[in-house]
């Protein structure tokens, strides 16, 4: 696919410049003029040779809109390519608008709208386009539309709460580093020319400080280059298969941050898998989809294991619970979901129980972070001013004796 710059004057003899995505230069000269338009001038756009180059993302909220309208268009009897056309109109976001330009130009060529949607992963993701497809083999876009607006919304807001509940943490952990390099670098230095002129000696707690102050100074430098290194390096090794299952293994295995880790990734699996189920996307398709968008490499494998046993004809709770990743409650739900008939419905209350467990256990670890960092703030600022005036108190003393 490729972007072009046109201008063309519309129905109304108004004269419109804007961009549009093609697979070809006569791709796009027939889209403009299937608008009615007179095309004044197309050209190419040129890709970007930069290396910082990146492709704009949608974001969840815009899409959640999106589902929602057209929706309500296509329950109105508006045809779908209509829908999109109106949809693509009045959305704001430019690079959501190329996206929608192009799948009714491909929309008009046959194609449908699952592949369509296919084409542009970067907005749809392959939860979407699986339920898209389902819905145009069931003829149920509508309401599997709808569902995929609650999920998404459902998604976002556990994320949002993630989230908030670290904005404060973070805001506080960085004006205590910023705090203590004041003092650090500019505090200190002048507290070390003043106690210079005098000839006693400084306490140990001063001249720890002085010496570490010197240190931090002479070489911040190759300090920052060397966290630099590491930070990349670990990045890099955690980007790698074996990395990444040994982190994520390591999260889940953290005191109170690994269980809450766990809870939200419960949900998220739930809350997935019922909407494919329910969606009407057969189970070793939901399976696969739920195990790339878990975002846990650990419950990724335990999903894929499981996929390969259900089509073995395996009950997907045995491979569940031989993982032991997944909670007895879970598997057991899963296990009465798969004898009645009911799966979807258990895996919806497993969603809303361990959504509700996770709104609750962010909340406490919020409220048990915000004063263990005011605490320790308070510590270390403490003991450097401590052992700044540390001389001026003794020297205070010996003058009163």
């Known amino acids: 696919m490729a972007f072009f710059y046109y201008v063309v004057k ?126 145009e083999t069931s003829g149920n876009l509508p309401q599997i539309l709808d569902r995929l607006s609650i999920y998404l919304e459902k998604m976002n807001a556990l994320r949002k709460k993630i989230y908030s509940s670290l904005a404060y943490p973070v805001v506080v952990v960085t004006m205590a580093i910023a705090i203590t390099s004041f003092l650090i670098f500019k505090v200190v230095p002048t507290f070390k020319e003043i106690y210079a002129t005098l000839e006693a000696e400084l306490p140990l707690p001063t001249r720890i400080l002085i010496g570490f102050a010197d240190f931090l100074k002479h070489n911040i430098i190759f300090i920052l280059i060397s966290l630099g290194i590491l930070f990349f390096g670990l990045r890099r090794y955690i980007n790698t298969p074996q990395g990444k299952k040994r982190y994520h293994r390591f999260l889940l295995n953290l005191p109170v941050i690994g269980e809450i880790i766990r809870k939200v990734a419960i949900a998220k699996f739930s809350r997935t898998f019922a909407t494919l189920v329910r969606s009407g996307v057969p189970i070793t398709n939901s399976l696969e989809i739920v195990g790339k968008t878990s975002g846990n490499k650990i419950i990724e494998e335990a999903v894929v294991k499981a996929k390969k046993l259900v089509q073995e004809g395996v009950p997907i709770s045995k491979p569940l619970e031989e993982s032991e990743v997944f909670p007895p409650m879970v598997i057991k739900m899963i296990a009465v979901g798969e004898k009645s008939g009911k799966l979807e419905e258990m895996l919806s209350k497993i969603a809303q129980f361990y959504e509700e467990e996770s709104d609750s256990a962010i909340a406490g670890l919020s409220s048990l972070i915000e004063p263990l960092i005011i605490a320790f703030l308070g510590i270390v600022i403490g003991a450097i001013v401590i052992a700044l005036f540390l001389p001026i108190i003794k020297v205070s003393q010996l003058i009163a004796h």
């Open 10 to 135: 519309d129905k109304e003899g108004i004269i419109v410049k804007g961009s549009i995505e093609a697979s070809s230069y006569k791709k796009a000269l027939e889209f403009l003029h299937s608008q009615g338009n007179i095309v004044l001038q197309l050209k190419e756009k040129k890709a970007k040779s930069s290396l910082f180059a990146k492709k704009e993302k949608v974001k969840i909220d815009e899409l959640v809109v999106f589902s929602r309208q057209l929706t309500t268009l296509i329950e109105s009897g508006i045809p779908i390519v209509g829908a999109l056309e109106v949809l693509a109109q009045q959305t704001i976001n430019p690079s959501f608008k190329k996206v929608l330009s192009s799948v009714v130009m491909d929309l008009k060529e046959g194609m449908s709208l699952a592949n369509s949607l296919s084409k542009h992963h970067h907005v749809f993701s392959e939860l979407y386009v699986s339920m898209v497809e389902a819905a």
